[in-house]
Nanobody
Framework: VQLVESGGGLVQPGGSLRLSCAAS????????MSWYRQAPGKERELVAS????????NYADSVKGRFTISRDNAKNTVYLQVNSLKPEDTAVYYC??????????WGQGTQVTVSS
């Protein structure tokens, strides 16, 4: 399993980014894909998840209405559109998949910094 995130960066408050996670090594279309984030000194937290098939989504309360998770099963890629960014959204964002044995796989993360 390999997960490679991209798309992070430095943005001003109110700005937007589109994070991407390219997946390989497993049958992407069969698995729930998730985005987590970890801010300095804090625990890693679930941001959003998307199932397949069907595309049903789930969001943390702190990002509802601002973040959108989506997936392209043809490209083995999951996205996180992050809008109306706040300084408290600053974190390393990680892509995640969990296998049937409940083993978690993570990418290397992509840094999102929200600052003026």
């Amino acid at each position: 399993v390999q997960l490679v995130e991209s798309g992070g960066g430095l943005v001003q408050p109110g700005g937007s980014l589109r994070l991407s996670c390219a997946a390989s090594g497993f049958t992407f279309s069969r698995y729930i894909m998730s985005w987590y984030r970890q801010a300095p000194g804090k625990e890693r937290e679930l941001v959003a998840s998307i199932i397949s098939p069907g595309g049903s989504t789930n969001y943390a309360d702190s990002v509802k209405g601002r973040f959108t998770i989506s997936r392209d099963n043809a490209k083995n890629t999951v996205y996180l559109q992050v809008n109306s960014l706040k300084p408290e959204d600053t974190a390393v964002y990680y892509c995640n998949v969990r296998d049937p044995l409940n083993r978690n796989y993570w990418g290397q993360g992509t840094q999102v910094t929200v600052s003026s």
